[in-house]
């Protein structure tokens, strides 16, 4: 199902308006809303499953291309071998 929107857009070639005498410690933009049109069909269950993830009783199965997974993946070594362990650097690289 297609929707139209409207979606505020601040112009990247201007960073603020160059025609203000002084800054005064605020920049000021001029936005202007173009419209959208898009499927907006997935979103309703993108929610609904988002929701569920969120209240189960475990966690998700890790994604290969999940940077966050990585990181609690590295973090989880780094726990398990103790934070104190002056070698964990090196117990890292090579695990």
Known sequence: MA???RI???SS???ARPTRKAFDGKLEFTVKLIPYTGDDAWVSD???AARA???ASSLPEAHP???YCGYRAVAA???AAGAGDSNLYKKLQNS
């Open 8 to 10: 505020p857009a601040i």
């Open 46 to 48: 993108m929610l609904v």
């Open 77 to 79: 070594r780094h726990e």
């Open 53 to 55: 993830c969120l209240e």
């Open 3 to 5: 929707s139209e929107c």
């Open 13 to 15: 070639t201007v960073t």
């Open 65 to 67: 291309e999940c940077d």
